[in-house]
Protein backbone atom coordinates (compact mmCIF):
# COMPACT_ATOMS: atom_id res chain seq x y z
CA UNK A 1 0.00 0.00 0.00
CA UNK A 2 1.45 3.19 -0.89
CA UNK A 3 1.23 5.96 1.64
CA UNK A 4 2.74 9.60 2.58
CA UNK A 5 1.84 10.57 5.78
CA UNK A 6 2.55 14.22 7.08
CA UNK A 7 3.42 15.56 10.31
CA UNK A 8 4.74 18.60 12.25
CA UNK A 9 2.28 21.35 11.88
CA UNK A 10 0.68 23.04 14.22
CA UNK A 11 -0.23 26.65 15.38
CA UNK A 12 2.91 29.23 15.53
CA UNK A 13 3.21 32.96 15.97
CA UNK A 14 4.26 35.04 13.02
CA UNK A 15 8.23 34.75 12.65
CA UNK A 16 8.11 31.88 13.83
CA UNK A 17 9.75 28.07 12.48
CA UNK A 18 8.08 24.61 12.02
CA UNK A 19 9.78 21.44 10.39
CA UNK A 20 6.98 19.77 8.51
CA UNK A 21 7.62 15.90 7.61
CA UNK A 22 6.52 13.57 5.30
CA UNK A 23 7.18 9.91 5.50
CA UNK A 24 6.70 7.48 2.30
CA UNK A 25 6.24 4.06 2.43
CA UNK A 26 5.01 0.85 -0.55
CA UNK A 27 7.07 2.27 -3.47
CA UNK A 28 10.76 2.79 -4.32
CA UNK A 29 11.16 6.19 -2.52
CA UNK A 30 14.72 7.07 -4.39
CA UNK A 31 13.42 6.81 -7.98
CA UNK A 32 10.50 9.79 -7.36
CA UNK A 33 10.78 13.53 -6.84
CA UNK A 34 8.47 15.20 -4.09
CA UNK A 35 6.75 18.13 -3.94
CA UNK A 36 4.93 20.35 -1.17
CA UNK A 37 1.81 21.78 -2.10
CA UNK A 38 -0.82 23.97 0.25
CA UNK A 39 -4.81 24.80 0.51
CA UNK A 40 -6.19 27.07 1.98
CA UNK A 41 -9.76 27.39 2.83
CA UNK A 42 -11.84 28.63 -0.10
CA UNK A 43 -8.63 28.51 -2.16
CA UNK A 44 -7.15 26.35 -4.68
CA UNK A 45 -4.20 24.58 -4.04
CA UNK A 46 -0.68 25.90 -4.62
CA UNK A 47 2.44 24.70 -5.47
CA UNK A 48 5.19 25.56 -2.37
CA UNK A 49 8.19 23.70 -3.57
CA UNK A 50 9.58 20.38 -4.64
CA UNK A 51 13.23 18.32 -4.98
CA UNK A 52 14.43 15.60 -7.53
CA UNK A 53 14.73 12.06 -6.64
CA UNK A 54 18.60 12.71 -5.72
CA UNK A 55 18.42 16.02 -4.29
CA UNK A 56 20.17 17.68 -6.54
CA UNK A 57 17.35 19.83 -8.35
CA UNK A 58 15.05 22.30 -5.81
CA UNK A 59 12.38 24.89 -7.02
CA UNK A 60 10.37 27.25 -4.84
CA UNK A 61 7.58 29.49 -5.55
CA UNK A 62 8.36 33.07 -5.46
CA UNK A 63 6.86 33.58 -1.70
CA UNK A 64 8.45 31.29 -0.08
CA UNK A 65 11.99 32.10 -1.36
CA UNK A 66 14.57 32.96 1.24
CA UNK A 67 12.20 31.38 3.89
CA UNK A 68 11.82 27.68 3.05
CA UNK A 69 13.90 24.66 2.41
CA UNK A 70 13.07 20.86 1.12
CA UNK A 71 15.28 18.67 1.93
CA UNK A 72 15.30 14.84 1.71
CA UNK A 73 17.15 11.57 3.62
CA UNK A 74 16.33 8.50 1.14
CA UNK A 75 17.88 6.39 3.49
CA UNK A 76 14.94 7.29 6.03
CA UNK A 77 12.41 7.57 2.98
CA UNK A 78 11.93 11.20 4.37
CA UNK A 79 11.38 14.92 2.89
CA UNK A 80 11.41 17.84 5.16
CA UNK A 81 9.92 21.12 4.40
CA UNK A 82 11.62 23.66 6.96
CA UNK A 83 9.46 26.90 7.08
CA UNK A 84 11.55 29.74 8.48
CA UNK A 85 10.12 33.21 9.06
CA UNK A 86 6.40 32.65 9.25
CA UNK A 87 3.81 34.69 8.22
CA UNK A 88 0.01 34.58 8.41
CA UNK A 89 -0.60 34.10 4.74
CA UNK A 90 1.53 30.85 5.00
CA UNK A 91 -1.63 29.02 6.74
CA UNK A 92 -3.12 26.57 5.13
CA UNK A 93 -3.34 22.61 4.48
CA UNK A 94 0.51 21.35 3.64
CA UNK A 95 0.72 18.35 1.16
CA UNK A 96 3.41 16.40 0.28
CA UNK A 97 2.81 14.25 -2.70
CA UNK A 98 5.44 12.55 -4.82
CA UNK A 99 6.27 11.89 -8.63
CA UNK A 100 8.32 9.94 -10.83
CA UNK A 101 7.74 11.72 -14.29
CA UNK A 102 6.06 14.94 -13.36
CA UNK A 103 6.69 18.82 -14.42
CA UNK A 104 7.71 19.55 -10.38
CA UNK A 105 5.81 22.16 -10.12
CA UNK A 106 2.48 20.78 -11.32
CA UNK A 107 0.44 19.13 -9.49
CA UNK A 108 -1.67 17.17 -11.64
CA UNK A 109 1.16 14.93 -12.78
CA UNK A 110 1.95 13.57 -9.18
CA UNK A 111 1.21 9.96 -8.61
CA UNK A 112 0.31 9.97 -4.90
CA UNK A 113 -0.57 12.52 -2.18
CA UNK A 114 -0.48 12.77 1.85
CA UNK A 115 -3.74 13.56 3.39
CA UNK A 116 -2.25 16.79 4.82
CA UNK A 117 -1.37 18.80 7.95
CA UNK A 118 -2.68 21.51 9.40
CA UNK A 119 -0.20 24.85 9.25
CA UNK A 120 -1.51 27.88 11.09
CA UNK A 121 0.31 30.89 11.82
CA UNK A 122 -1.50 33.62 14.18
CA UNK A 123 -0.29 37.54 14.20
Known amino acids: EVKLVESGGGLVQAGGSLRLSCAAS????????IGWFRQAPGKEREFVAA????????FYTDSVKGRFTISRENAKNTVYLQMNSLKPEDTAVYYC????????????????WGQGTQVTVSS
Open 26 to 33: GFTFDDYA
Open 51 to 58: VSWGGGTT
Open 97 to 112: AACRVCGLRVGAEYDY
